[in-house]
């Protein structure tokens, strides 16, 4: 009996968690969808030096570059649940995968070493300073991102190597398709300043007004 | 008004429509973009002392100290295809004409195989550290003396005798022989690191082993633009990875390192060619989590005309280096390097003795990236000398990198 009251309050308490995780922030229910398609700027130039003594043995894949999609100012919960997920940055290639990673604050993201040779992967962004070293395949290294913000990310051996974290306070943000278009999770009723970011800066951004239970369409155009 | 909005939110989407699908197809027409990568390097290094005060410790072939220096390099990269490429470095000292430094064609002839044809003022082939090419490669801001420190010997100038060759210890700075060009000038380093030779290299890599071999027109030691003896320097490297903490290296020189000028007045039968620059180098580096270790060491010898006796004087040295770097912090380093270059005796009328002056260097300090492509270092440097009219110099410079 005691066991089974154990149960049920456990279940309670599991659900209502669930539900106000999975809740829009501020009034809930009364959200609506907001998706889009963000014109990806043109690829700018290689990011990296010249090969001037050591030729790139194999040509790396061609990454596809994506834009992440955000509210710049969201609504957010009295008590906002923190996350303790974890995402990956894999090292493959001699190449961050994926390029761009978007994630809330509170979320691990191990980096794991794919390649035959070492890598050393480090940032001196503002946002999180850190320095793993040098692992070899198979090894995997986590670090913890508690700050919003863009967070630059290189391999110290390796110059031609670099991505980006962006770490969001909030939900309201998604990493486009590889054309562009995007779709925020359910977003409150409201009217918002909605943000489209690209290799490090903010390419454009407009105001949009999201209505309960209709879909908003916002594209983003480069200026 | 609604239909001019229409209208350009057409035209909006219209001109976004391809920009999106750009990542896709890599954009037709814009050949410069694709094909070409460009990067410059900026330095500026600056000691507590003067090259004159510290005895020309660090003093290069460019005659400059490469303590207190100004470099500005562009570097270039054009891929034609996927077998043919040029790639260029133009750079200039202390804003002085500026040179090609590197300029060459890469030739890879089966794309699907790892072997690669260099043609022109190509990488150089012998040693390690020559080609940590980019400022930033070298932890430190001065360079190992096997690769920079300027003996007596000269490719242009003989002595006469032993005797006058002992005269000119701790000179490679300011060497001046009876024989050849009467003029003063520097002396040859071991390898110099700051010049590159022109003719052929062959790279050929298949983990965990990476082979080089080049035809070139100068030696390690005087790489040159263009041939001055008639005979070509040939060398060659072997670099084997068996794991990821470890790279060994083995390298060979061996080529005719003296000057057309001097062959008129050459002893013996051999002529130019006879006279060579021989040299075996090996070369370790480690690395693990935040440490980064290498060690190099390269025999040398000069076989440097005499004329008191045998046609030929062998002129040997060793140098030795051992460089540590850890990584304190994200963003910041210390670094040491511990060195030593000597030289063997030739017999003179006093007796054996050190045909230049041995050296030993210690160099400690440390890096600091305020951002990514900004880089601050700050060391202090301890030489010791033995011989010459300066045989010790202590000295503390620091130096600013930034590239784009």
């Known amino acids: 009996m005691v066991l089974t009251r154990r149960v049920a309050i456990a279940a309670l308490v599991t659900t209502t968690l669930v539900a106000v995780m999975q809740a829009p922030a501020g009034t809930q229910g009364a959200t609506g969808t907001l998706r889009g398609r963000f014109a990806l700027p043109a690829a700018t130039g290689h990011d990296h030096r010249p090969a001037l003594i050591e030729p790139r043995v194999a040509p790396r894949p061609r ?7 955000y509210l710049e100012v969201a609504p957010s919960e009295a008590f906002e649940q923190p996350v303790a997920a974890r995402q990956r940055m894999d090292q493959r290639n001699e190449t961050f995968v994926p390029h761009v990673l978007a ?13 035959r040779i070492y890598h050393n992967v480090f940032s001196l962004s503002p946002t999180r300073k850190f320095d793993l070293g040098r692992y070899a395949v198979g090894r995997s290294k986590a670090v913890r991102f508690d700050r919003p913000g863009v967070v630059r990310v290189f391999c110290d051996i390796h110059s031609h190597m670099s991505a980006f974290i962006l770490v969001f306070s909030h939900r309201y943000f998604a990493v486009t398709q590889p054309d562009g278009t995007f779709q925020l999770p359910p977003v ?21 007004v999201v209505r309960s239970g209709e879909t908003t369409v916002a594209d983003l155009p480069v200026p | 008004m609604s239909r001019l909005l229409r209208l350009a939110a057409w035209a909006a989407m219209a001109a976004a429509a391809p920009c999106a699908a750009q ?3 890599p954009p037709r027409g814009n050949w410069f973009q694709e094909h070409v990568r460009l990067a410059g390097e900026a330095s500026a290094s600056m000691s507590t002392t003067e090259a004159s005060a510290e005895g020309w410790f660090n003093y290069s072939d460019y005659e400059n100290s490469t303590v207190r220096s100004l470099r500005l390099s562009l570097v270039g990269e054009v891929t034609f295809s996927e077998r043919v490429a040029l790639i260029t470095e133009v750079r200039t000292l202390q804003f002085e004409r500026p040179e090609a430094y590197a300029l060459y064609v890469r030739i890879r002839p089966w794309v699907s195989q790892a072997l690669d044809i260099h043609v022109g003022r190509i990488p150089p082939t012998f040693g390690s550290f020559p080609r940590r090419l980019y400022v930033a490669d070298n932890p430190l801001i001065g360079m190992p003396l096997a690769f920079q420190y300027l003996t007596s010997n000269r490719a242009d100038a003989v002595p006469a005798s032993a005797d006058e060759l002992v005269s000119m210890r701790a000179r490679g700075w300011r060497s001046d022989f009876s024989i050849g060009n009467p003029t003063e000038g520097p002396g040859l380093p071991i390898a110099n690191a700051l010049r590159w030779d022109s003719g052929l290299q062959v790279r050929w890599q298949r983990d965990p082993v990476t ?14 633009l263009s041939d001055d003896n008639g005979g070509p320097q040939l060398s060659a490297r072997v670099v084997v990875a068996p794991h990821p903490i470890i790279a060994l290296g083995a390298s060979v020189a061996d080529g005719p390192y003296l000057a057309r000028g001097l062959a008129a007045q050459l002893p013996g039968p051999g002529g130019l ?24 060491v390269v025999w040398n010898r000069w076989n440097q005309p005499a004329f008191d006796g045998a046609s030929v004087r062998d002129l040997d040295a060793l140098g030795s ?24 005796d030739v017999a003179t009328t006093l007796g054996p003795r050190a045909w230049d002056a041995p050296v030993t260097r210690l160099e400690v300090g440390g890096g600091w990236a305020v951002r990514r492509q900004l880089l601050l270092k700050a060391v202090w440097q301890r030489n010791r000398r033995e011989g010459g009219r300066v045989r010790a110099s202590d000295l503390g410079a620091v130096q600013v990198v930034t590239w784009f």
């Open chain 2, 321 to 344: 280096m051992l460089e540590m770097k850890y990584r304190l912090w994200p963003g910041l380093y210390a670094a040491g390097r511990v060195e030593r270059l000597g030289f063997s």
């Open chain 2, 211 to 224: 082979v080089y071999g080049a035809v070139t027109q100068g030696t390690i030691g005087d790489p040159r």
């Open chain 2, 23 to 25: 990542e896709a197809s």
């Open chain 1, 103 to 115: 994630i809330r604050t509170g979320t691990t993201v191990d980096f794991p070493n794919s390649d």
């Open chain 1, 188 to 208: 409150p009723t409201g009217t918002y300043m909605l943000a489209g970011w690209y290799e490090g800066e903010v390419r454009a951004n407009r105001q949009v």
């Open chain 2, 273 to 296: 060619r006879s006279h060579r620059q021989q040299a075996v180098g090996g070369d370790v580096e480690l690395s693990r989590d935040r440490w980064l270790v290498r060690g190099e």
């Open chain 1, 63 to 69: 990454q596809t570059r994506v834009g992440v999609v």
